[in-house]
């Protein structure tokens, strides 16, 4: 036989590009596109589908520590599952250093956790938070050699923040040896303050964590970190943009000609602040930072989106179970917003609320659908054109999706480890029907887990 598998008849849809023909795969990779192929064990009729990369999910937290008692709610396994279930074929979780390990050993953690167990295939992005001279001077560039090429950085958070000083040093390492820097640009002691004046006020429910963090907070370390990356001439990626200002900020940056990249997620498209609103503990559901906003906000990042100021979309999924003292239950958060874990889940709906509330309803052309969920994601991250597109010599990884079936979220059907979604009872409109890694179709209910960790 010529090929492995064969799918035909479906409306191919690429970055740049939308047309119809047929998709040989040999031995895990594209080998063939044309008008009409045959000679395969297994032909797929994706009459009536669109055939589109796989979706890259650059931004997932799985089995991360947290504070002490707080588990996330996604292990490599159930949160791979989930991204599948949504369409996606790969996704880049972070590699969190905690204090006092070295880089390397994080690495091997998580590595141990992931291998074996992924459905679909991985590759990790470092989180620094402890950059010793050892770290920056001998750890960081030989990793960055060996294909640890991003690497977030917070501006907040007690346990994670870095100084100026120490963000200047770690953009630094990233310049001379060619990393991209990720921040996360909300300022520590401007939370501090507000979260100690909220406290003292008594004003300590859920719906108060987005007090705490305004739009200003998100502005200012948004120009801030800008601005450090400018001084040594560096590229950054501002990740999890939820506002207008913030989204200015690096418009601003981009037109004055800076490396300044932009990311958005769905939860700043279609939640809002009143989500935090509900009644008792049920707004933490909606707590993740930096938190949902309002109308003129979702407007400004779909802007962002259209305009090319934001290159990627993706989910920040960061689950905490709700009904769990290991979650948004945990017993201080339940007296006070600050101790409520930060981050809610995301991966399987990703895609299906980008194409209902962007494609669907007319705001993006499905190329762009392509290249925020899947294409930019590859290049930017040093996976193009081993992943990200539909090509000759490309790696099989397609997702099938029925652009017009209907669905209304629910979260029994997203297969993760949480136990709810931010966007129960949510209707939307195309939805993955199959999604295929290196060629062969990926059933969440089974027990192969052929996802790889990638290296770049
Ligand atoms: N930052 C993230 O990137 N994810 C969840 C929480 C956070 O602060
Ligand atoms: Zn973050
Ligand atoms: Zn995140």
Redesign the pocket.
Known sequence: MTFDTIITRGTVVTASDTFSCDVGVKDGRIVALADKLSGAEETIDASGLLVMPGGIDS?V?LEQPGAPGIIMADTFETGTRSAAVGGNTFVMP?CLQEKGQTLRESIEAYRRKAEGNCFVDVAFHLIVTDPTPQVLGQELPALIAEGFTSI?I?M??DDLKLADREILEVLSVAQQHRALVMV?A?GYDAIRFLSDRLERQGSTAPHFHGTSRPIAVEREATHRAISLAEIVDTPVMI??VSNRQAMEEIRRAQMRGLAVFGETCPQYLVLTEQDMDRTGMEGAKYV??PPPRDLDSQKACWEGLQQGVFEVFSS?H?PFRYDDPAGKMAPRGKTNFRYVP??IPGIATRMPILFSEGVVKGRIDLNRFVALTSTNHAKRYGLYPRKGTIAVGSDADIVLWDAKREVTITHSMLKDGCDYTPYEGMAVTGWPVRTILRGRTIDPDAAARDGELVSR
Do not use: I, M, P
Request: glycine fraction near 6%; charge should be negative.
């Open positions: 931004h937290h972070f977030k917070f907040t958070y996360h909300e990740v999890h993740c930072s920040d960061c930060n981050g």
